[in-house]
């Protein structure tokens, strides 16, 4: 069984009613998200041997979570089974503890938490509301950690409170997600020329790991186009692979890292560039330009017009501020560091300190 079919289960048949009973009247939002293989879909066996089994979130109000979750976090210890489904109901400890902290409680004897949603919302993602998000705070957002927030699922939810955030959270608005596409381009414009280069002069392990970033660019390209969020890096392939551009992108893309000649190798990559460009195209997302795949310069690598398609994107931007920004990128574009991504408070201060606040 997978781990969200688990947890559902889990809440349905356990949590819920343990809930009815304990505390009767009480307004709440079950879900399972915030991290986890399972979230995706992608949890297997070896995802078992840590924080994985029957788990849900509850979410209350700031005066309820003061009034009950203390209590209910112990009565369930006596309330709940040792086993459900098959799997233990005791805390898998490694790498993440129980929820403790200010709005947040859990308890290691089972996967069951309380958290107040803006508190939980500023521990994941450095805001604790939806409302008046600038376009510095969309740029400061690690797409994992929103991918994290959005995916797994909700059980119920009384209010409507978890929803309502979730969804405003599903998509960058129109303006941020150009701004990353301008950017991206601006990342594969840079080193496009250079998997012929290291070829041309005899460096073949240079020009295989040129082409090995440069897939890895393409891949993310791929999913700010279909206005997805990249995974975190473990899981960037099998989310890759669920995208529509998949279908046209991973042959060109296996063909250019499996290539034994560099020539070979960058029109495998231009092949994937050009997809990239003919989709953005078809989506209107920019203003009108054409793909072209040419030489870079005077010089015999294969290139598209990378810095064309750098200002199709960046001429659609309406927000000034934007408009006006370095094409540079958000935070998961200008560092891959996972203490970084994985730390909202520290990325919007760097964020802050990159960027002058609108």
Known sequence: MQGIALSQQFHDEIVRPFLANAAPGLRSAAALIGYGSELLGFDDETSRDHNWGPRVLIFVSEADFARHADRLVAEFVQAMPTRFAGEPIGWRSRPHPPAS???????????????????????????????????????????????????????????????????????????????????????????????????????????????????????????????????????????????????????ALAAALGAEDWSARQDHLATAYLALAAYQVAAGLGQPVTPVLGPYYDRPFTTINADDLVAASMGAISDPWLRELPVMGALDQLSDLTPLLEDPQTARRIMAALYAAP
């Open 101 to 251: 902290g200010p709005g947040a409680m859990g308890h290691a004897a089972h996967g069951l938490e309380f958290h107040v949603l803006s508190q939980f919302m500023a521990r994941q993602l450095g805001v604790s509301s939806v409302t008046g998000l600038s376009a510095l705070d969309w740029l400061g957002f690690a797409e994992q950690r929103l991918l994290a927030f959005t995916a797994g699922a909700v059980f119920h939810d009384d209010d409507g409170a978890l929803t309502h955030a979730r969804a405003a959270l599903s998509r960058y608005p129109r303006d941020v997600r150009l701004y990353k596409i301008a950017c991206q381009w601006r990342r594969i414009a840079e080193e496009q020329a250079f998997v012929g280069r290291t070829g041309q002069v005899g460096d073949a392990l240079g020009s295989r790991i040129e082409a090995a970033r440069l897939t890895r660019d393409v891949m993310r390209m791929a999913f700010l186009l279909e206005g997805r969020y990249a995974p975190y890096p473990k899981w960037l392939g099998s989310g890759f692979a669920r995208l529509s551009l998949a279908e046209v992108l991973t042959p």
